[in-house]
């Protein structure tokens, strides 16, 4: 099955800085690569996603990078805020019956004043 | 569009004891998914549904655990004789059929039900 691996576990920037996550997938049918942001006590929400088609996705201060030659995946904010700060997981899946996400472990991102 | 609900939001119980669950994913998604999240982890995949079709489970779905979705709108998820280790965030999750103009990728999740076992 499919594994997902994800780095850094923790990250702490300053406001205004940029913070980089990245993932690693092992299954090369994945073809949906969705990043969720998870606050304390809420439901992950979905806040970018990218196909394999793609190479580079652009949601404002958001991007998500693919190399799937590497079979890796990045998501970028650029001009953090504290309401960025939040736990950041990617996950992978192949687009046929299921569907079924499979989750790396997360990233908590904190951003300071 | 009021977004996948779960109920309850929090549950504490007995180990022994069997609990349920229910879901109500988003109207017209007939792709419902049952997750399970530990702190600290990400989101794990115990089993899906399509329509009132369970489709696959995975091997973390123990005998003691099942999910139905009767009538291919609401679904519950009942464990029987909890275990400490069963202790978790049970998340809910829907994504829309494939049409004309989406590919139904997009997985939307509720607020989850925490259940803890004493």
């Known amino acids: 099955g499919e594994n997902v691996e994800q780095h850094p576990s923790t990250l702490s920037v300053q406001e205004g800085d940029s913070a980089v996550i990245k993932c690693t997938y092992s299954?090369?049918?994945?073809?949906?690569f969705p990043w969720y942001k998870q606050e304390l006590g809420k439901r992950p929400q979905l806040i970018i996603d990218?196909?394999?088609?793609?190479g580079e996705k652009k949601d404002q201060r958001i991007a998500v990078t693919l190399n799937k030659t590497a079979k890796h995946f990045s998501l970028h904010i650029t001009e953090t805020q504290p309401e960025d700060s939040a736990v950041y997981f990617c996950?992978?899946?192949?687009?046929?019956?299921?569907?079924?996400?499979?989750f790396g472990t997360g990233t908590r991102l904190q951003v300071t004043l | 569009d009021t977004g996948v609900s779960q109920d309850p939001r929090h549950k504490i119980t007995k180990r022994g004891q069997n609990v349920t669950f229910r879901c109500d994913p988003i109207?017209?998604?007939?792709?419902l998914y049952w997750y399970r999240q530990t702190l600290g982890q990400g989101p794990e995949f115990l089993t899906y549904?399509?329509?009132?079709?369970?489709?696959?489970k995975s091997r973390l779905l123990s005998d003691r655990f099942s999910a139905e979705r009767p009538k291919g709108s609401f679904s519950t998820l009942e464990i029987q004789r909890t275990e400490q280790g069963d202790s978790a965030m049970y998340l809910c999750?829907?994504?829309?059929?494939?049409?004309?103009?989406?590919?139904?990728?997009?997985?939307?999740f509720g607020s989850g039900t925490q259940l803890s076992v004493l």
């Open positions: 990218i196909r394999s088609n793609v």
């Open positions: 549904f399509q329509n009132e079709a369970q489709l696959e």
């Open positions: 109207s017209e998604h007939n792709r």
């Open positions: 299954d090369s049918a994945s073809n949906y």
């Open positions: 999750a829907s994504r829309r059929k494939p049409g004309v103009f989406t590919t139904g990728e997009k997985l939307f």
């Open positions: 996950a992978a899946s192949y687009t046929g019956t299921a569907s079924k996400l499979t």
